[in-house]
DNA sequence: ATTAAAACTAAGTGATTTACGTAGGGATGT
DNA sequence: ACATCCCTACGTAAATCACTTAGTTTTAAT
């Protein structure tokens, strides 16, 4: 008999981590620990229990989840991580994977066996993706092809930073600047530096504009 | 002091109705009583403790959800029905509202406030939907001027005047207010106050939000 | 190992723009 | 005649913009 599967859940929102909570808890191999709303407390706890698996979100506030990734591969190599987001897009996905998570799984409609399959694979090391994740991952590496070729189609994209680019997806969600200030934990006038920043790299006579460059190269949804 | 309002949740995933279940208790004045996996059990429960308001999901084994908002309407009037969905469509929302639902959210983007916004409105007998769903409905409303088989008042509250139409497309172009104000020959406040009544009626929290509408509904261009 | 370049952070400050509540006048329809 | 809707507009408070400067950290290259 070997041990329980110990599952951490990150996640901001209160009743998803309560209500996943519920579910693994039926399952008689897993076990799961206190929850985090925020990368620190995740951090802290993964120090304290060790789990075998955590499942968490992206989208949190302060440093994304993509942090997180990072943070766990640097100092625990061994935990491995399941993410769980709402969004299916290759730019989630691809830093998830970047980062060193071992499975993605959509929110929307990933079942409760699905779930549990992605943990215990996870948990064995393994790698675990939704069919939807799988096609958009596919559909990256032959992307990643194709760009080697067209130079000026990634040198556009890539002029923008990383943190413009988190900056200019928070822009899409209708956060207002001291929202996205909040959000990342940093000061206004950083946000507006940022925002500044990206408006002049693409010449936006307004963040109208941004935005709809944003909703049109998918760094935004709708 | 009023009684609690009586809510009854009704969806087949164990998970979320424990979920909302825990989330609603936190409110003083929301009492949750047992939930429904099905319509049969929802029936007999509504019978049994007579609530004011039934969240219901609407895709669900054996009957759909809307044969249950039929049912309710039929038998018990005074019981207000409010939709909790992950479907956004024409077809879904449109039949609950024929069917006689009060309200209509999807599950994807609510948040714990404007659930419990959308439960004490219904609750007086108001209706409420969130802003994707208004948008659906005008849509709906726009096309069929006159439709004798639904409510008007929805339709009004969700439309927007043709001086409010050209004003938003005038903000997917990416003008400010003072260049719309400009361009309409009219003062700048008048544009303000236009747009304040566009963000009032769609219940939008930031210019972004109507913007993102406005592309969607192909009021302006992408 | 050291250095240069780039990225992230942040503040000052005056000008501009927006948010939001309130309100008058005209058309319409009942 | 009266309620209602629509377009118009203002005042004040709040938020954002535009530009500049600059310290700290990361990354890349020699």
Do not use: W
Request: glycine share 4%.
């Amino acid at each position: 008999m070997k041990t329980r599967i110990k599952v951490l859940l990150v996640d901001d929102h209160q009743i998803i981590r309560d209500g996943l909570s519920n579910m693994l808890s039926e399952a008689g191999d897993i076990e799961v620990c206190e929850g985090a709303a925020d990368i620190t407390k995740a951090l802290e706890i993964i120090r304290k229990v060790d789990p075998d698996v955590v499942i968490t979100d992206l989208s949190m506030p302060g440093k994304s989840g993509i942090e997180l990734i990072r943070r766990i591969q640097e100092k625990h190599p061994g935990v491995h991580v399941l993410v769980l987001s709402m969004y299916v897009t290759e730019d989630y996905i691809f830093n998830s994977l970047k980062a060193g998570a071992k499975g993605y799984l959509p929110k929307q409609d990933t079942t409760k066996a699905e779930l549990l399959k992605a943990i215990r694979t996870v948990a064995r090391g393994e790698e675990f993706f939704s069919p939807a994740v799988a096609q958009v991952i596919s559909k990256l590496y032959s992307h990643s092809v194709k760009s080697t070729t067209t130079p000026e189609a990634i040198a556009r994209k890539a002029s923008l930073t990383s943190r413009e680019t988190e900056i200019l997806r928070l822009y899409t969600e209708g956060l207002s600047n001291m929202e996205i200030a909040d959000r990342l934990s940093i000061s206004i006038r950083t946000v507006e530096t940022h925002k500044n920043n990206i408006m002049q790299k693409y010449n936006f006579k307004s963040t109208v504009d941004m935005v709809k460059f944003a909703i049109r190269n998918n760094l935004g949804e709708a």
